[in-house]
């Protein structure tokens, strides 16, 4: 079974620039996350969706970040503009179905420098 | 709100030492709890969980207890190898199960010497 894809792995960026992270789940998994990991700490869950809808967006800085799975399938991050603080591990991770417990899986991520 | 607070890093034991990580949590309710590895190189994984109070979690020769009573879920193995070697994520999660976005302690760098 393959895994969750993201891409791309790496990204440098000056700040006020825009940049979009994609993520492939897991097939048939209806529940999307997608977290920021500032080096040093732990992961903090950004938004969530349940097929294509947000559950949770909750701390997702939504005047410079939005994100969407219009399909149901893979998803997008986007930050526009960046700032220095960005500067993170973006994780997508996918589970079957929320609404019974399932295990997250994680992917490898993408590393973005803000210069 | 909840939170996840674990013991600072790096940790550095010798190999066939005794390993705790310690984790304490808040969060209203009961929630599931959880540790994730991340091995160098690799993304996060999956390593043990516990859904309700005294559960334990084991895998791999690791093992957690969920206490209810001293809110805590600490990590444990008998005899860690160099393999071994990872940053651990202790985790809370909704309580009763489900699968909504996890709330993550800040990591701990273990470092296993030959």
């Known amino acids: 079974e393959a895994g969750v894809a993201q891409s791309p792995r790496y990204k440098i960026i000056e700040k006020r620039q825009s940049v979009a992270f994609w993520c492939n789940p897991i097939?048939?998994?209806?529940?999307l996350y997608w977290y920021q990991q500032i080096l040093g700490q732990g992961p903090k869950l950004l938004i969530q969706?349940?097929?294509?809808?947000?559950?949770?967006d909750s701390q997702l800085p939504k005047d410079r970040f939005s994100a969407e799975r219009l399909k149901g399938v893979d998803s997008t991050l986007k930050i526009q503009p960046a700032k220095l603080e960005d500067s993170a591990v973006y994780l997508c991770?996918?589970?079957?179905?929320?609404?019974?417990?399932?295990?997250?899986?994680f992917g490898p991520g993408t590393r973005l420098t803000v210069l | 709100g909840d939170s996840v607070t674990q013991m600072e890093g790096p940790v550095t034991l010798s190999e066939e030492a005794f390993l705790t990580i310690n984790c304490t949590y808040t969060?209203?309710?009961?929630?599931?709890l959880f540790w994730y590895v991340q091995y160098p190189g690799e993304g996060l994984q999956l390593l043990l969980k516990?859904?309700?109070?005294?559960d334990k979690g084991s895998n791999k020769g690791f093992e957690a207890t969920y206490r209810k009573e001293t809110t805590s879920f600490h990590l444990e193995k008998g005899s860690v190898q160099v393999s071994d070697s990872a940053v651990y994520f202790c985790?809370?999660?909704?309580?009763?199960?489900?699968?909504?976005?996890?709330?993550f302690g800040k990591g701990t760098h273990l470092i296993i010497q030959p």
């Open positions: 991770a996918s589970s079957f179905d929320r609404l019974v417990y399932n295990e997250q899986f």
């Open positions: 097939s048939g998994h209806a529940t």
């Open positions: 969706f349940q097929n294509n809808g947000v559950v949770d």
């Open positions: 969060a209203t309710g009961y929630p599931s």
């Open positions: 516990a859904t309700k109070a005294d």
């Open positions: 985790a809370l999660g909704n309580s009763g199960g489900g699968a909504d976005g996890l709330t």
